[in-house]
């Protein structure tokens, strides 16, 4: 069975920093592009980064580049989106997501077949 556990979100000041983890089973990292979503309130669902399962490839939204890092730890099959820089605007609920569409990494939800449940950031003072 294949699951993806998020943790980390929490209440953070504007320009305060949170890690946030992705716990996988069921698979092994390396064998499935992974990336983060997120959804504010009132808000569609969008790509925040990906990595692509060959190594070698991550992706950002514009918005965010400089500030967001994804990265992994095969060892652990964690995976993590390091924020900095937090701003009111981030507040929403962060999801990991895994598929195998394509050959790198995607920002879109339809090339990813397995999702976490959510873990809520909030970004305010």
């Known amino acids: 069975q294949l699951q993806l556990v998020e943790s980390g979100g929490g209440l953070v000041q504007p320009g305060g920093s949170l890690r946030l983890s992705c716990a996988v089973s069921?698979?092994?990292?390396?064998?499935?592009?992974i990336a983060w979503f997120r959804q504010a309130p009132g808000k569609e669902r969008e790509g925040v980064s990906c990595?692509?399962?060959?190594?070698?490839?991550?992706n950002y939204i514009d918005s965010l580049k400089g500030r967001f890092t994804i990265s992994g730890d095969n060892a652990k099959n964690m995976v993590y989106l390091q924020m900095n820089s937090l701003k009111p605007e981030d507040t929403a609920v962060y999801y990991c997501?895994?598929?195998?569409?394509?050959?790198?990494?995607?920002?879109?939800?339809?090339?990813?077949?397995?999702w976490g449940q959510g873990t809520l950031v909030t970004v305010s003072s």
């Open positions: 990595a692509s399962r060959s190594g070698g490839y991550t």
């Open positions: 997501a895994a598929g195998v569409v394509g050959v790198l990494c995607s920002g879109y939800q339809r090339d990813y077949d397995y």
């Open positions: 069921g698979f092994t990292l390396g064998t499935y592009h």
